[in-house]
């Protein structure tokens, strides 16, 4: 069974540009976290979707960043535009319903320049 | 403010050497979970403790959660380069709740 997807690996843009993220969870899973990771720090969780219904977007910068999660499956995360202190490890996770086993993808690391 | 706080945050040990980390928070955790993260990867998750004073073990590795359910400690016997990483725990503080992470603990085994 293939984990969860994300793309890209790896992304480079100069700041004031805008960045998508995508990620595509374990088939079956409702629930679906986008962390972000800063370097030497544990992953902070930006949004937390059940289906297709955000449910936990406290900590995500409203003005700059967005998600979707259309038809409950795949989600994109976008920044418009980027600034230079978004450089970081962006983390998608997936699991059967909040109460269960998170698994991670690999994560984008996005740097600002 | 950490809610949970790890230490040590880096530690470097030959091969075949005992350690412990330890995840320690003033907040009572309904459970609390370790992971392992390797560079250019995801955390990937390692065990998770329910009951306080619970002590699982997964081969070389012991977890013990805390009598109160507010710290827990990882210990490694004769570690191998094979287990570097960035150990990392994490909890909800109740119920429904989305997980905190610690800051993590970076480990280097030398061969």
């Known amino acids: 069974e293939a984990g969860v997807v994300q793309s890209p690996r790896y992304k480079i843009i100069e700041k004031k540009q805008p960045v998508a993220f995508w990620c595509n969870p374990i088939s079956g899973h409702n629930t679906l976290y986008w962390y972000l990771q800063n370097l030497g720090q544990g992953p902070e969780l930006l949004i937390r979707?059940?289906?297709?219904?955000?449910?936990?977007d406290s900590q995500l910068p409203k003005d700059r960043f967005s998600a979707e999660r259309l038809k409950g499956v795949d989600s994109t995360l976008k920044i418009q535009p980027a600034e230079l202190g978004d450089s970081a490890v962006y983390l998608c996770?997936?699991?059967?319903?909040?109460?269960?086993?998170?698994?991670f993808g690999p994560g984008t690391r996005l740097t600002v320049l | 403010t950490q809610l949970l706080e790890q230490s040590p945050q880096f530690l470097s040990i030959q091969e075949g050497e005992n350690l412990t980390v330890y995840c320690n928070s003033s907040s009572v955790f309904s459970s609390l979970q370790w992971y392992r993260q390797e560079p250019g990867e995801g955390p990937v998750l390692l065990v998770t403790v329910v009951t306080g004073g619970e002590v699982k073990k997964l081969k070389r590795l012991t977890f013990q959660f805390g009598d109160a359910r507010k710290d827990s400690s990882l210990h490694i016997t004769a570690a191998q380069p094979g287990d570097t990483g960035l150990y990392l725990c994490a909890g909800p503080l109740s119920g429904n709740t989305p997980l905190v992470f610690g800051k993590g603990t970076r480990l280097s085994v030398i061969a």
């Open positions: 996770a997936s699991s059967l319903n909040t109460y269960n086993e998170q698994f």
């Open positions: 979707y059940e289906n297709e219904e955000a449910v936990d």
